[in-house]
């Protein structure tokens, strides 16, 4: 039988979360100016970790932070922070640590650390490149912003197709620039046309004689460094790639996207939908001041107000019903809630399924039948259900049928306006995920109010 492990008590907690014991040990050293004792305590760490930590300390606390440990901040750690900050940190390192990190970075890296920033920023950063490197990330940001060619590293192992494995195999023992992680050596022709790849694995275990275009990978597929990121993130995603290599206009090789820098894009697309529907600003992060947050948030606050004053004005139209009945007022935020809620489910899915190209022109009709056919179904379920609540409550037969035909129509409309909304922006080509919230809660709130108090009205009063 084996025995149970013992539990180490100074490992990381299960959640990769810094554990208490080394937020405590990094704390007490910034306290104390002990430069060494932080070195000691972030030593073991992962450049993710404490890139992590950067990024939650106060701006006051990270400048001390960072007087004590700039020394040994690398290239890892700085791609690692997150861009929000990432400005205030280089701005707060001496010169000398910037250009060493700069020059330990792989050209996608530099790139995304330099993109935003202004000219003599990216200058300053260029000049401590060596000249190669400068030129591939100079070639890099002329592509378009958003691109596979601002993605794509320009480190890239090629090999003819017409080598042997241990022709290959010499070559990459003899260099010394080859990047420091990479999946597939890329097959080239005289013309530096990419006509396919090779495994690592497979190269490893090929016997030396055999040709690498014997060996080539039935996955293969360029990509275009014109091509929008979340396109490739999405492409990397489906076929299940490891790396593409990036081709020109020409279709010559010029780079290669591996499946991090994939992955995060991806990763990124599904952060921005989340915080657009919730209207908190794409850019929103977790160390933002309280001023950066409340400029995020009170344009859409303010389009909320003019929406709710919309919604106000429905009910107001109904006064007279609402004053000469009131458990209609007892009973209208039911029917706005509900709506509300049955909307957001159907806009999420919505929103969701565009952004993974799994809901497209090819099977939209039958996604919208589908969620016509749920809200209808839900509307007369809850519909039914909370008629029988209010007869027990109010013992009104026509309220109980009021409530019910309401509930009915709310729920339709809710998911008609939740998968349509959605569907007619992207088709208008405007960002489901921003604007389709604010649109479907006003429907929702307008038909759900006009149609109860509209009903009460003809057929209580």
């Known amino acids: 039988m084996t025995e149970p492990r013992e539990t180490d008590t100074d490992a990381p907690e299960a959640d990769f979360q810094l554990s208490r014991q080394d937020i405590d040990a990094i704390n007490k050293a910034v306290d104390d100016g002990d430069g060494p004792a932080l070195d000691a305590a972030l030593e073991p760490m992962h450049a993710a970790d404490i890139a992590d930590l950067i990024e939650q300390l106060t701006p006051a606390r990270r400048r001390e932070f960072l007087h004590l440990y700039s020394g040994e901040i690398d290239g890892e750690i700085l791609s690692e922070i997150d861009e929000s900050i990432r400005d205030e940190v280089i701005e707060q390192l001496p010169h000398e640590v910037v250009a060493e990190a700069v020059r330990e970075m792989d050209s996608d890296d530099v790139v995304d650390l330099i993109e935003d920033m202004g000219a003599p920023e990216q200058q300053a950063i260029l000049a401590a490149l060596d000249e190669s490197d400068r030129a591939a990330v100079e070639r890099s940001l002329t592509w378009p912003e958003y691109s596979a060619g601002r993605l794509m590293q320009s480190e890239v192992v090629t090999a003819p197709e017409h080598w042997s494995v241990g022709e290959t195999i010499d070559f990459l023992r003899a260099e010394e620039w080859l990047p420091d992680q990479f999946y597939h050596v890329v097959l080239v022709d005289p013309r530096r046309h990419p006509t396919g790849y090779v495994t690592l ?93 409340m400029r995020q948030r009170v344009p859409w606050l303010a389009v909320n107000i003019l929406t709710a004053l919309v919604s106000a004005s429905v009910i107001a139209f109904f006064e007279d019903a609402i004053a000469r009945l009131v458990a209609l007022a ?128 003809v057929i209580l009063l």
């Not at 839900?378 to 049928?401: C, E, H, I, M, Q």
Request: hydrophobic share 50%; net charge negative; glycine share 10%.
């Open 201 to 293: 694995g497979k190269l490893l275990a090929s016997r030396r004689h055999v040709l690498l275009g014997d060996i080539r990978e039935d996955s293969f597929r360029t990509i275009s460094a014109r091509q929008d990121e979340g396109d490739v993130a999405h492409a990397f995603n489906k076929y299940h790639l490891i790396s593409a290599p990036v081709v020109d206009d020409d279709d010559r090789l010029v780079g290669v996207i591996t499946i991090d820098d994939a992955m995060s894009v991806l990763d990124e697309e599904h952060e921005e939908d989340i915080l657009r529907l919730a209207g908190v600003g794409e850019d929103s992060a977790i160390s933002d001041t309280v001023v950066e947050t």
């Open 330 to 457: 007892v009973l209208m935020p039911i029917v706005a809630s509900m709506g509300g809620n049955a909307a957001t489910q159907t806009l999420t899915v919505a929103v969701r399924g565009l952004a993974t190209k799994s809901l497209t022109r090819t099977n939209a009709l039958r996604i919208v039948r589908r969620e016509l056919a749920v809200g209808l179904g839900n509307g007369l379920l809850f519909g039914l259900a909370l008629a029988g609540v209010t007869y027990v409550w109010f013992r009104d037969p026509k309220l109980s049928l009021v409530i019910a035909m309401a509930m009915v129509v709310n729920l339709f409309v809710a998911a008609l306006g939740g998968i349509l909304i959605p569907l007619g922006l992207e088709k208008a080509g405007a960002d489901p995920a921003l604007a389709s919230g604010t649109f479907v809660t006003t429907v929702t709130d307008v038909v759900g109010f006009f149609t109860f108090l509209g009903l009460a009205a």
